[in-house]
RNA sequence: CGGGGCGUGGCGCAGUCCGGUAGCGCGCACGGUUUGGGUCCGUGAGGUCGUGGGUUCGAAUCCCGCCGCCCCGACCA
């Protein structure tokens, strides 16, 4: 079937998501309303995420542990802000085993209240900090409007929690794993995304401090793609956790939380899908290279699949994820745009002629049709093959970025940001706004303030909203 | 909850205005053909037309009720 994907850059990309990611095998619908099944390809994909991340929280000293689903919903209630924030959302058990519970549960829409009751009796030292704990989960979110990984009801992702002696010591791993979350997105997923802090408006419910990553999608919208937060005293006071320092006294602990869920699939989909279908990072891609044979007969067929097998055998020893296509009765050009559809990041082609010439086929899914092709020696194939994934990485990251930057723009005046939000893009500007006045923005043009970048420009300049001087610029545009 | 639309084989739809044998494309199964950019031909399986009632000799089609889903808005990783 002829592919009907419509251009990532035009209006119709909200309907180009949501074909794409059926078509290509990552979800499937379920029988409740904002559920969606994960396919094994969606899964696979979600794996690589985790698996990187996971490596970089184990080589930062956190654990991974695991709590239970259901939360009394009294301990939501502890904390004011928070469950102000998540009450509308939430989903709760009332009968179990038959019987009306005595309490309700609630299936955590968060972990920070059960697992802030854990640390209060864990912790009771300096000695005991800095108690570092992640976890991998299911969380639900009773949303109003859903999309596959962008906004699913349920959703997987892993929360970090963690406890710490000092403001400093939480602010400065609040910052860190901010840091591990832009790495994962700017060298795994080449994506690249901007660090930055949240307003008052659009921070965490009952943090002290949020921070963001910021990618661009295909249509210039903004996806929030991980989040890091210091919470501060606030949930330390509001679950008692508390420690005895060194001269014997009784101190609250400062707290983090930060998390990255299957969102970041669908931030891969959107950030550099295009016409054909997905595009893949290599780094991320379940399927690096994909070989497609082509013979005529079974005479032909004999010495390619013998060469294929040869081909196969060192690029597996070479750790390259591949997949070699011998369905039988399809011809090459529907193989081609299949796995294209699917966003195998490089394609290996080798029929008759090649055996001949102890030569294949590279195609690269970055560069589109017969430019992104190359006819390279058998020799050495899996340094070959390995030196082009790292150029079709850098490649993705590189187009990436030259299409956020031509997206940006700088502006002086109200006027100016409603010009870019209609047009589409991010918006850049010196901000001192009141919450107020971010709410009127977001009533008016539909931008949010994403958020107030880590890396600021020298000096200050006049707030473009209300003339006020102001210290800081931010970041505006509409977001998923 | 406000505004708009849709429920017909697995998926996408036509048929509804003007009642009269349930159709098309894709997919699926089988046989053959084909394979360097989305093969072609043939045969076949598969449908309580969302649901309840009404009108009628006869309802996918007309009338009334109900249910469900999608899109836009409010909420949001």
Redesign the pocket.
């Known amino acids: 079937?002829?592919?009907?994907?419509v251009t990532p850059q035009s209006v119709d990309f909200?309907k180009w998501y949501?074909e794409i990611v059926y078509k290509a095998d990552l979800v499937a619908?379920s029988p409740?309303?904002?559920c969606f099944i994960i396919k094994p390809y969606g899964y696979e994909l979600w794996e690589a995420i985790r698996n990187s991340l996971d490596k970089s929280f184990k080589e930062t000293g956190h654990q991974n542990a695991y709590f239970p689903l259901f939360i009394p919903e009294s301990y939501l209630k502890r904390e004011a802000e928070h469950v102000e924030?998540f009450s509308?959302?939430l989903a709760v058990v009332t009968i179990a085993g038959g019987k009306t519970l005595e309490e309700p549960l609630v299936v955590r829409p968060t972990s920070e209240t059960i697992i802030g009751e854990a640390f209060s009796e864990w912790i009771q030292s300096y000695r005991d900090l800095p108690l570092l704990i992640n976890q991998w989960a299911n969380?639900v979110?009773w949303?109003?409007?859903?999309?596959p990984?962008?906004?699913?009801?349920?959703?997987l992702?892993q929360e970090g929690h963690t406890a710490h002696a000092t403001e400093a010591d939480a602010e400065a791993e609040t910052l860190q794993m901010l840091d591990i979350y832009a790495n994962f997105a700017i060298h795994e997923a080449a994506i690249p995304v901007i660090k930055g802090r949240k307003s008052n408006v659009?921070r965490?419910?009952g943090a002290l401090r949020?921070y963001?990553v910021e990618g661009m999608m295909g249509d210039k919208r903004a996806?929030?793609?991980?989040?890091s937060h210091n919470l501060g005293q606030n949930f330390a006071k509001a679950f008692d956790i508390q420690y005895l320092d060194e001269a014997n006294t009784r101190q609250y602990c400062w707290t983090t939380s930060w998390?990255?869920?299957?969102?970041m699939v669908?931030a891969i989909v959107m950030a550099h899908g295009d016409d054909?279908?997905l595009r893949l990072p290599p780094r991320v891609a379940p399927i690096q290279l994909v070989i497609v044979p082509?013979?005529?007969?079974e005479d032909e067929?004999a010495p390619?699949m013998q060469a294929v097998d040869q081909l196969k055998a060192a690029l597996n020893a070479a750790g390259i994820r591949l997949r070699v296509d011998d369905r039988?009765?399809?011809?090459?050009?529907?193989?081609?745009?299949?796995w294209?559809?699917r966003g195998v990041p490089l394609?290996m082609?080798?029929?008759?002629?090649?055996?001949?010439n102890n030569s294949?086929?590279l195609?690269r899914r970055d560069v589109p049709?017969?430019e992104?092709?190359q006819?390279v020696s058998q020799e050495n194939i899996a340094a070959t093959v390995a030196e082009l994934l790292d150029t079709v990485q850098a490649s993705m990251l590189q187009q990436a970025t030259v299409f956020r930057d031509a997206n940006i723009h700088d502006i002086q005046s109200y006027d100016q940001l409603q010009q870019v939000m209609e047009a589409g893009g991010w918006a850049r500007g010196w901000w001192a706004g009141s919450d107020d006045d971010e709410?009127r923005v977001?009533?008016e043009t539909?931008a949010?303030l994403r958020c107030i970048p880590l890396e600021q420009p020298a000096g200050g300049g006049r707030c473009f909203m209300t003339g006020q001087a102001a210290g800081e610029v931010a970041l505006f545009a509409k977001?998923?």
């Open positions: 079937m002829a592919s009907q994907a909200s949501n619908q409740v309303r904002g924030g509308p959302e969380v979110r949303e109003l409007r859903t999309r990984f962008l906004r699913t009801t349920e959703f992702w659009e965490f419910a949020t963001t996806l929030q793609s991980g989040t998390g990255l869920s299957t969102r669908g054909t279908g082509i013979f005529r007969s067929k390619v039988e009765g399809l011809r090459p050009g529907f193989k081609f745009n299949d294209e559809m394609r082609e080798i029929g008759p002629k090649d055996v001949d294949v086929v195609a049709g017969k992104g092709k006819f709410r977001k009533e539909g949010t977001a998923y």
